[in-house]
């Protein structure tokens, strides 16, 4: 995601900031990204990067097509900093990231790398539980969510309304069975057992 692509978006705002915040602190350090962006974008000149920059440094571009934040949105933005470092916006309006369609009444979490859903919500072929979180990593791809639905993972079939957290690679790092299952090394699992696993699908932990 680069700058001129955030087109007045809350969705690619936290898209934009997610890729660069590696340490999850809701702002961007020099250690983060290349030197002449970050210059481009510390509005303020004081080493760290906020939010609220960033939609400013979007409005400079020249792009006839994109969308401006509003006054009424970069005050919003301000205002939250102000109050929190995690600033949470609220969207009025559905927006995609990351190639997802979220709600309105989505509430960001751009600190965290996290979205309250509104509404059950499909991604990556799996339905998540409305009013609960979605965490994201630096990659984009889910860290952690709820099942809104006892919902088959990498063969095994994990339980509603419950957190899965997930590696980097999109395969399941722990969660709580559905259901009794036998491992390929021959272990008798029940449902309701949390259980974790190494990156290829193997139960390491129960």
Known sequence: MELSGIRGSYGNLFQYINERDWNNNGRIEPEEIYSDEFNMLDIDHNGQIYNSEIMRAANSTNSPRVRRFSAREQSQVRRAERQRIDTQIRLVN?????????????????????????????????????????????????????????????????????????????????????????????????????????????????
């Open 94 to 206: 559905p927006e995609t990231i990351f190639g997802v369609r979220f709600n309105r009444g989505a509430i960001i979490n751009f600190g965290k790398g996290e979205i309250l859903l509104s509404a059950n919500t499909l991604i990556d072929a799996n339905v998540f539980g409305a009013r609960t979180r979605v965490r994201f990593n630096n990659y984009g791809h889910i860290r952690s969510a709820t099942l809104a639905t006892d919902t088959l993972i990498n063969g095994i079939r994990f339980k509603a309304g419950t957190i899965v957290v997930f590696y980097n690679n999109g395969s399941v790092r722990y969660g709580t069975l559905a259901e009794d299952i036998i491992t390929i090394d021959g272990w008798f699992l029940r449902a309701e057992r949390v259980v974790y696993f190494n990156e290829n699908g193997r139960a390491i932990d129960f």
